[in-house]
Structures are given as structure tokens and as C-alpha cells.
């Protein structure tokens, strides 16, 4: 009944284009009848609960400064950030909101429809605007009838809550398509968000114009702050938890399947945190020799290796980007303990090279050359490792690149130009990851039987300092027999 009633008021992600949002009246007799009464009953005794004892969101310092970063690019131009709109899911639920990067990290509000614009002020740069969906009226009965009223899905901040928390004039969203439509002078707006805003610009911004605004919000995270290194630092933290969750109950996963292992680290992201920064991966003997295994129906048994690969996503929105590779029953066998050992000291190599001034190819090539040597020792492929290297032919078994940035993105700053990112220069503040793996594919006749269906990968989460780098994720053991009496430890 109640989503009955819903889906006959509900607009599911829409907010009304004007200030006129007295629901639509219904005529089909399907939907329960509001009588006069009840229309006016319902306008009335409610309390004020309207909150004057806000402070400032703890990363406000810290959003103005990134605005004034923003600002100080693109002098005298009007520049627009959206948040996004609810996805569907199916019919009428969608999937939980999670803001755009963009706009989280410019304005540190995470409500779905809010649009940031920075208009150009002169000398002062810009002045920054946060649109926002205000509380729903009582009046027209908006709150109790339409499908966003906060009846249904919450209370909002009133505008001028917003305004408190998140240090910045707040306006209506619903006047955004007006205002957009009639601003005058050069505009760019971060695109794929929002296609209402989009709309509204269509005859104003190119596609050249406005990528140049994305990949300076990209490269604009390169550098973390210090919110969003202590963030980085409790994704870590809680996903060390989640991993320690996992090894408890691992007998239960044997019973049942990876799904257990999934759901056991998701209660904790969620409990700690907003989510988990993207689908955990839970594989299980041969499953780990595939990269993106989300899956997570297969069997936990006993003898083979877990990789698990999962990470807390703080309510914030930054996330931890961790691997362990375990073995189901406690003990490496000494195959599996010669693989892992091997990924292990490739990692070191890796570790090694994350320091200031080093290019961010050196931690990948250190490591590469450190599996090849193992590939080449173990009689897999035929040296001299040079040459393999030049050719690239341990790529079979080694399959991904090392390590990439991290922040509200697993794989952050995706945008940046590569002499900034790829071809650039480890700088303080970067955060990124060290996983080096080794990956015998089940069908792969290339390798005696034994290797095959393991594969093994380690992964933390590293923050580039002035002087090398700090281990975020040190809270979980690497060397294989730390692992297992670490294991042996939780399990008791
Ligand atoms: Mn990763």
C-alpha cells in the first residue's frame, strides 16, 4: 500500500524545473482519495525543528581552498559541478546515491540533484553557489504527496542548515535550469552527472572546454590534503578490520561460499563506513587467477587460496584498496608458499621505490623485474630477464600494472594527463597502490599442472611522504608465515 501510494506521487530522481511543486492532482482513482480534511489536516501541527546549533562539515577549510584552486584555473569563467541524480534500479527503486567525485570533494555534501556553480566576481575570483532541494513544504502538502517529499524519504537540511555546514550561500535547485539558462559569458560544466543541467547548457559549452575542467579536478586530487589523508588513513584502518572479520569465519565460508566472505566484509564497511569502494573481490582457488572476480558464488575449501580484495569506503567517500591472499585452512602448502613469496618480495621492490622524485613507472618496473627473475628461475620462461623484460613475455602471468592512485576513487584521478600521472613524478601527499601478482590460469599448458589455478596477489595502500612512504594498510601482515600465525591467532 505504502508503495503503492508512492509510485503514484513519485517522480523517482526528478526534481520539478520550477518553484510550483504542488503535486499533480490524481484523476485515475487508483491511488487512495485525499479528502479536503485530510488535504488540510495535514498542513497543520507540525513543530519548528529547525537547527541553529550547526557548525561547519570538519573538511570545509578545506573545500574553500579547493574552490580557490578551481577559481584561480579558470579566471572569469562560470563554472558548474552537479552532484548527480538517484540511478534506477528497476521500476521504482533506484540505487543508493553516491555523489560525484567532483562535487563531493568541492563542496563536501553528498545529497543527490545538488548542483555547485562558481560564478565569476571579479577581482574576488568567484563566488560560489550550492543549489540544494529545500525542505518540502507543508502548505501544498509537497511533504506527504510527492514522491521526494520528506516524508518519504527523510528530512533534508533546510537551505540554510546547508549553508551553515557547508560554508557557501545555498539557493533552490529548482531555480538552477533558469539561472543556467540565462547566465551570459563563458560556462564549463563536469559532464555525465547531470543531464538536466547539461540541458540547460547545451548551446553554451563544448565538450573540449569542459574535459579541460575535468581533468584539472582529476590532477587537482593528485596531491592529497591532510582531511583526505586521515580519511585514507580510517578506510584503511576499518578495511584491516573487514580482512580480520574475514579470517574469523572463514569455517562458515568453507560451509557455505565466497558470499559469506563478501557479506562479512561488507557489514563492516558499512557499519564503519559508507560502503565498500567497489565490488569486493572474494575468489577462491582458481577464481584468483581472474582479475575482477565479483561473482563470489563459488566453493572456500580447504587447501586452496583465498585473494580477497576489498576495501572500506569512509562516509566521505574515500576508499582503502587492499589484498591479501590467504589459505583457507591456515597453512601455505609449499607450492603456494614459493608463489606467494615470490609476489612478496616483488612488493618490497616495489615499496622500495615509492619515494619523492621517483617516476611513478619505477615501483611497477621493480617489481616486474623482480617476478621476472622468479619466472625465469623457476624454469617458466628462458632469460636472459632482460631480454623477457624488454619484450614484455612475463605479462602472462603478471597481467595488470602495479599500482595505481587512490582517494575517491579506487582508481583515482583517471582524468589526469599522463605527464602528470603515468609519466609523472611521485610527489608528498600522493596516495597509491603496490600490488604486484602472479596469475597460473587453470587452462594455461604453459605450466605444470601444479601452478595452475593459483594465483596470488598482495596489495596496500601507500602515502608518498617528504622523506619515502608510509604504509597505510601495515595493520595486516604480508610475509606468508606472518600471515599464518595471524591467522592462526583470529581463529584461536
Ligand atoms: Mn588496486
Redesign the pocket.
Known amino acids: 500500500m505504502a508503495e503503492e501510494q508512492r509510485a503514484e506521487n513519485a517522480e523517482p530522481g526528478e526534481v520539478q524545473g520550477t518553484a510550483e511543486t504542488t503535486p499533480a492532482p490524481r484523476k485515475n482513482g487508483v491511488a487512495p482519495q485525499v479528502s479536503d480534511e485530510l488535504a488540510e489536516n495535514m498542513k497543520h501541527g507540525w513543530a519548528d525543528t529547525e537547527r541553529q546549533d550547526l557548525d561547519p562539515v570538519p573538511q570545509a577549510e578545506h573545500t574553500a581552498r579547493r574552490r580557490a584552486a578551481l577559481s584561480a584555473r579558470f579566471p572569469g569563467e562560470r563554472l558548474v559541478i552537479p552532484a548527480g541524480r538517484l540511478k534506477t534500479r528497476s521500476n521504482d527503486t533506484e540505487y543508493p546515491f553516491r555523489a560525484s567525485v567532483e562535487y563531493a570533494y568541492l563542496t563536501g555534501d553528498q545529497t543527490e540533484n545538488g548542483v555547485l556553480v562558481l560564478e565569476p566576481a571579479g577581482e574576488r575570483g568567484h563566488d560560489a553557489t550550492l543549489y540544494l532541494l529545500p525542505r518540502s513544504d507543508r502548505e501544498n502538502g509537497e511533504f506527504w504527496l510527492s514522491g521526494q517529499g520528506e516524508l518519504w524519504v527523510g528530512r533534508r537540511n533546510s537551505l540554510t542548515e546547508a549553508a551553515r555546514l557547508y560554508g557557501v550561500p545555498v539557493k533552490d535547485v529548482r531555480t538552477v535550469p533558469d539561472v543556467l539558462r540565462e547566465a551570459t559569458g563563458p560556462v564549463r560544466v563536469v559532464r555525465a552527472h547531470d543531464a538536466e543541467v547539461e540541458k540547460a547548457l547545451a548551446d553554451k559549452v563544448t565538450a573540449e572546454r569542459d574535459e579541460e575542467l575535468r581533468v584539472f579536478l582529476s590532477e587537482a586530487r593528485l596531491v592529497k590534503d591532510a582531511f583526505e589523508i586521515a580519511e585514507l588513513t580510517r578506510a584503511c584502518e576499518s578495511t584491516a578490520r573487514g580482512f580480520e572479520d574475514v579470517v574469523r569465519v572463514l569455517d562458515r565460508a568453507e560451509a557455505t561460499s565466497e558470499r559469506y566472505i563478501e557479506g562479512t566484509f561488507f557489514l563492516r564497511a558499512r557499519v564503519e563506513g559508507n560502503d565498500v569502494g567497489y565490488g569486493s573481490i572474494c575468489a577462491a582457488g582458481p577464481h584468483a587467477t581472474t582479475l575482477h572476480w565479483v561473482r563470489n558464488d563459488g566453493p572456500v575449501r580447504s587447501g586452496d587460496l583465498l585473494l580477497l580484495?576489498a576495501g572500506v569506503e569512509t562516509t566521505e567517500l574515500y576508499t582503502a584498496?587492499v589484498?591479501r591472499t590467504l589459505p583457507v585452512n591456515g597453512r601455505f602448502t609449499d607450492l603456494q608458499r614459493k608463489i606467494y613469496d615470490a609476489v612478496y618480495e616483488a612488493q618490497e621492490a616495489g615499496l622500495a621505490a615509492v619515494v619523492p622524485g621517483a617516476k611513478f613507472r619505477d615501483f611497477h618496473q621493480a617489481a616486474q623485474r623482480v617476478l621476472t627473475e622468479k619466472l625465469v628461475e623457476w624454469g617458466l620462461l628462458e632469460g636472459p630477464v632482460e631480454r623477457v623484460l624488454e619484450l614484455g613475455l612475463q605479462r602472462r602471468w603478471t597481467l595488470h600494472g602495479t599500482?595505481?592512485m587512490?582517494g575517491m576513487d579506487?582508481?583515482d584521478c583517471a582524468a589526469a594527463r599522463r605527464e602528470s600521472y603515468v609519466d609523472g613524478t611521485l610527489e608528498p601527499g600522493m596516495c597509491l597502490?603496490v600490488?604486484p601478482g602472479l596469475y597460473f590460469q587453470p587452462d594455461d599448458l604453459t605450466v605444470p599442472e601444479e601452478y595452475r589455478g593459483i594465483g596470488v596477489r598482495i596489495?596496500d595502500d601507500v602515502l608518498v611522504t617528504e622523506d619515502g612512504h608510509r604504509n597505510l594498510s601495515d595493520a595486516l601482515p604480508r610475509r606468508s608465515y606472518e600471515v599464518e600465525a595471524w591467522m592462526a591467532d583470529l581463529r584461536g
Open positions: 580484495d584498496d589484498t599500482g595505481h587512490l579506487v582508481h597502490t600490488e596489495e
